[in-house]
């Protein structure tokens, strides 16, 4: 039964306390959980910008690989062209052959030279024999880098390349082809200063290019660039490059993002749009739980006022003059603590009294107060009509008509005047509820299944009938709801009949000792729903004499 202590509710003030305060535990996990989400995205997609990234890079340093290869094999095709005259001009002794051709071959004739070198006897040097072009003139020496590589292309089948190497006109470079017999083809190119190349053509405009005549970035082996700053710095690809018997290295850097500005920024954009989520989910979240705060709060509010109507309405009850009765309320095992269960007894006046159980579907303040409702009806119409069968059919047009409630189960009885032994008639109607179960002073028990008709709310076409039962002294009437003999395990049918064995077993005749025995027959089960009783008794009396005036207060 409803107590005091149903309207106590500690959680209530940590409810408010909880929608006052900051930025709850499960929303910051949120949010840790969506930012670290975020990073990994932005991560993974700077991952795949970055390896499309070297993938452009590496396909634009193949390409320059692939132009630099073109012109040193036209180096080289020359050269041999060149290789093949020296040839035969040594075989006519007159090289006229071979300046001619030289000199077609020249591209810029002042930053070039082509000759033909024989090595010096006694020396590693070696003479010019014949020349065209800036830098070199026959009969001069050539010693040092250029020296070494012209003996050096008398024991290789191919072209030979210097060092870069200092000289009278500057930075040089040449290259060195074996003519045979002791002969070297030799192009020497004059390099300048080393400084920015500029190009007409923008084919490579997007990356910064720089070319050594060695294998690793020496600045003093710097053949040509296309960046301003040396070395270059950052993300940088290095080829190896083979011309002939010497190693050379290629370095190339983009000079703008080579996937596009926007795949370039889509890294920033991806945490950026990462963190414009989290703090949307994060207000979402947190809406979602100060909407579900204010809701319970309310939800508190009108649970505290529907225990509190249910408590008014199921109050110990005063037994009438002559009669014993006991209450119980007892709420579901899941904390449910209001419901549309209840219980009523009161005076019709000439020694009658008025006994009802119901129960309204639902487990939730609706149901609390249409039983309210339901219960002040039944309550007037007792007063104002005759039997139990009249009642319960005006209760169900009112029901029906209103919409009071969905479904309403009760029986509702009149306990009339003694009789001169004691005994009273009770008549009753029962729409749709369990039968009351009459326990006889001799301990045996009755099932009252008379006066049945459907629930109220349930469409029906037939009248209310009632029924009546001569009640004798020292017999307990027993009314309840479903919640006492429902279970899951034992058909309803038989959990009646167990119910009627735990009355007969029991040997006081108190209404009290009968409430605790039959509540206590399913205390270590689990229950899934309220349970409302009374018990009503007639006390055994003397052979033509009437029960003391006065009431007798029960205790719940």
């Known amino acids: 039964m409803a107590g005091p202590g149903l309207a106590s509710h500690p959680g209530a003030g940590a409810g408010r306390a909880t929608h006052r305060r900051g930025i709850r535990r499960a929303s910051a996990l949120v949010a840790v959980l969506l930012l670290l989400a975020s990073g990994a995205s932005a991560w993974l997609t700077h991952h795949v910008v970055s390896d499309q990234e070297h993938k452009l890079l590496s396909e634009r340093a193949n390409e320059i690989s692939l132009v630099l290869q073109q012109t040193v094999t036209s180096v080289s095709t020359q050269m041999t062209s060149l290789a093949r005259l020296a040839r035969l001009a040594r075989a006519g002794e007159d090289p006229s ?17 082509l000759a033909l070198l024989q090595p010096e006897a006694g020396t590693d040097d070696y003479r010019v024999v014949a020349a065209v072009g800036r830098g070199l003139d026959p009969g001069q020496s050539l010693t040092g880098a250029a020296a070494a590589a012209a003996a050096l292309s008398g024991r290789s089948s191919g072209l030979v390349a210097t060092p870069v190497y200092r000289a009278a006109a500057g930075r040089e470079v040449g290259f060195a082809l074996s003519a045979g017999a002791g002969a070297v083809v ?25 070319l050594y005549a060695a294998d690793r970035p020496d600045p003093d082996q710097l053949l040509v660039t296309t960046a301003v700053h040396l070395p270059l710095s950052g993300s940088v690809l290095y080829q190896p490059y083979l011309v002939g018997s010497s190693h050379w290295l290629l370095g190339t850097q983009a000079a703008q993002p080579l996937v596009g500005s926007v795949a370039e920024d889509a890294p920033w954009a991806v945490l950026g749009v990462g963190l ?99 219960r002040a009806g039944l309550r007037a119409y007792a007063v104002e009509a005759g039997s139990p069968a009249e009642v319960v059919a005006r209760l169900g047009t009112f029901v029906e008509t209103f919409q009071a409630a969905l479904i309403v189960t009760l029986v509702y009885g009149i306990l009339g005047g003694p009789a001169a032994d004691g005994s009273r008639l009770f008549t009753w109607a029962n729409a749709g509820h369990l039968p009351p179960v009459l326990r006889l ?93 009374i018990a009503v008794r007639i006390p055994p009396v003397a052979p033509g004499t009437y029960p003391a005036e006065g009431p007798v207060t029960s205790t719940r």
């Open 97 to 113: 052959l071979f300046l001619s051709e030289a000199s077609a071959d020249l591209t810029s004739p002042t930053a070039e030279a």
């Open 186 to 210: 030799y192009r020497q190119s004059i390099l300048g200063p080393p400084q920015p190349a500029r190009s007409s053509s923008s084919a490579f405009s997007d990356v910064r290019v720089v």
């Open 276 to 374: 414009a989520g989290t703090v949307l989910v994060l207000m979402v979240v947190e809406s979602t739980f100060r909407r579900r705060d204010a809701a319970l709060a309310l939800y508190r509010s009108e649970h505290r006022f529907a225990e509190a109507l249910q408590e008014r309405l199921l109050r110990p009850l005063e037994s009438p003059s002559g009669l014993e009765v006991a209450s119980r309320y007892v709420a579901a095992s899941d904390g449910q603590q209001v419901g549309g269960d209840w219980f009523d007894l009161f005076d019709l006046g000439q020694g009658r009294v008025g006994v009802v159980i119901g129960d309204v579907m639902g487990h939730d303040v609706e149901a609390a107060a249409a039983m309210a409702q339901i």
């Open 441 to 533: 002073a001799g301990g045996g028990t009755v099932q009252l299944d008379g006066g049945s008709s459907p629930m109220l709310g349930a469409p029906h076409g037939q009248g209310r009938p009632d029924c009546s039962v001569t009640v004798p002294a020292g017999a307990t009437l027993l009314l309840y709801t479903d919640g006492l003999v429902e279970t899951r395990s034992i058909d309803l049918g038989q959990s009646i009949d167990l119910l009627c064995s735990q009355l007969e077993a029991e040997s006081a005749q108190g209404v009290e000792r009968v409430c605790e025995a039959v509540l206590g027959w399913r205390a270590e089960e689990q229950r899934h729903d309220d349970i409302a009783l």
